[in-house]
């Protein structure tokens, strides 16, 4: 698979994904991604994008100013 945005080769990483809503900030740790070797660009399997959106959602509705979690504790 090669990146949609420089046609880079990507590898296996894990990277923190983060979200900035208004109120809160939600920070995962060592979520699974394909990233390109030559820009930076983060690619997800269908699989971690739905859990990522499962558990932003969940977390969005804490009343808490910033949320941090381990996916791979998370996930397991």
Known sequence: MKCFM???DFIEKDVNYVVDLEK???????VPARVCTQC?????????????EKMVNQFKELNTEIVIVNYKEKVA
């Open 40 to 52: 930076g660009e983060k690619f997800f399997d269908d699989v971690v994008a739905r859990s990522l």
């Open 24 to 30: 809160t900030i939600i920070i995962i740790k060592s």
């Open 6 to 8: 420089c046609n880079g």
